[in-house]
């Protein structure tokens, strides 16, 4: 049984303090130096170096799994009813997000620099011929040549902070985070089920051989706007939260390493107009303390279609809020 929940999340920046003890700007890795390795061409991933050995030049990796690909390749409105948003179609044009990635190649002996395909604070249609579905993004999610459709990058890893007033080292997380948007007419008293075709990879598990020891969270949210996080116009990918009320977001939390595709599904059944799903990875975060053990973790998520289906409005999955008001 897939663990879908709904809750409530507030803005906030994970680097900020997150509670009454003030911390120290003087940040330090658990971790030993680390060795850059580039997944794909485009995905960059940390691996510690424990034999004392210097880092050298990025490593180049490729995974290419095999996925199939059958009614994926319809686009737009399947019925009147039902859409299917097919991100698998490799490396658009430049999309002037705001936003670039570097890209590796085993041929060239330095990378560039590119927008191509990659989603930031400029909204982008996902059609482009006819402009539809404009997408923005958070954290860099781009579309991949290899893996032939988006990926996202979430990870988790521990940290030193220092407690100015007593000047006390506790372990903290250090996390990083993906999301999109997708700006979608959503009407009122309509349920609508939404379902992510994807397959995750466990970016640890293939260099180091180490599984991953906390799994991503993959949310889904009804929004006013495409507009991530207020208007954020960074193109990093610190950890941020919005605020959505628990009847427009939903989550899943991946249940176990094995590489295969997955349909996940989330349902809403908004009482009022919204106009924007928006999709986030996240990763799994340890409780900060002195003793406290950090999970560290790394993940790439592969997006290969998001599906939107309208049904007969179904108010249970709603929760009634102080007031009696859904």
């Known amino acids: 049984m897939r663990k879908i929940s709904s809750f409530l999340i507030l803005i906030f920046i994970i680097t900020s303090c997150d509670n009454k003890e003030e911390l120290t700007s003087?940040?330090?890795?658990?971790?030993?130096?680390?060795?850059?390795?580039?997944?794909?061409?485009?995905?960059?991933?940390?691996?510690?170096?424990t034999d004392g050995s210097k880092p050298k030049k990025p490593i180049l990796v490729y995974h290419i799994p095999k996925i199939t690909n059958d009614s994926e390749k319809l686009t737009g409105k399947t019925s009147e009813?039902?859409?299917?948003?097919?991100?698998?179609?490799?490396?658009?044009?430049?999309t002037n997000s705001g936003c670039t990635i570097d890209v590796y190649s085993e041929y060239l002996e330095n990378h560039y620099t590119t927008d191509k395909g990659v989603y930031g604070h400029n909204p982008f249609p996902l059609y482009p011929r006819t402009n539809e579905y404009l997408i923005r993004g958070y954290g860099k999610p781009h579309q991949n040549f290899y893996y032939n459709a988006l990926v996202m990058n979430a990870s988790n890893k521990g940290i030193k902070r220092t407690v100015s007033r007593n000047n006390i080292p506790v372990n903290d997380n250090s996390s990083k985070i993906s999301?999109?948007?997708?700006?979608?007419?959503?009407?009122?008293?309509?349920?609508?089920?939404?379902?992510?075709?994807?397959?995750?990879?466990?970016?640890?598990?293939?260099?180091?051989?180490?599984?991953?020891?906390?799994?991503?969270?993959?949310s889904a949210s009804l929004e006013d706007t495409g507009i991530l996080f207020g208007g954020i116009t960074s193109c990093e990918n610190d950890l941020k939260y919005s605020a959505t009320n628990q009847n427009y977001m939903r989550s899943y939390t991946l249940e176990d390493n094995m590489a295969k595709e997955r349909i996940i599904t989330?349902?809403?059944?908004?009482?009022?107009?919204?106009?924007?799903?928006?999709?986030?990875?996240?990763?799994?975060?340890?409780?900060?303390?002195?003793?406290?053990?950090?999970?560290?973790?790394?993940?790439t998520m592969v997006l290969l279609t998001v599906t939107i289906i309208e049904k007969p409005f179904d108010p249970s999955i709603n929760v009634i809020r102080n007031g009696g008001r859904r």
Request: charged content about 20%; proline content about 5%.
């Open 179 to 218: 999301a999109i948007s997708i700006e979608y007419p959503f009407k009122a008293n309509i349920t609508y089920e939404i379902s992510l075709k994807t397959f995750f990879n466990d970016n640890r598990k293939m260099i180091d051989n180490i599984q991953s020891n906390g799994f991503p969270i993959l």
């Open 81 to 94: 009813q039902s859409v299917i948003l097919n991100f698998m179609g490799g490396i658009s044009e430049t």
């Open 26 to 49: 003087n940040n330090q890795t658990l971790n030993n130096p680390t060795q850059t390795y580039i997944i794909n061409g485009d995905i960059k991933y940390e691996s510690e170096i």
């Open 266 to 299: 989330y349902k809403f059944s908004p009482t009022e107009v919204k106009n924007a799903l928006s999709i986030m990875l996240l990763p799994t975060r340890g409780e900060r303390g002195t003793d406290q053990k950090i999970p560290t973790s790394d993940y």
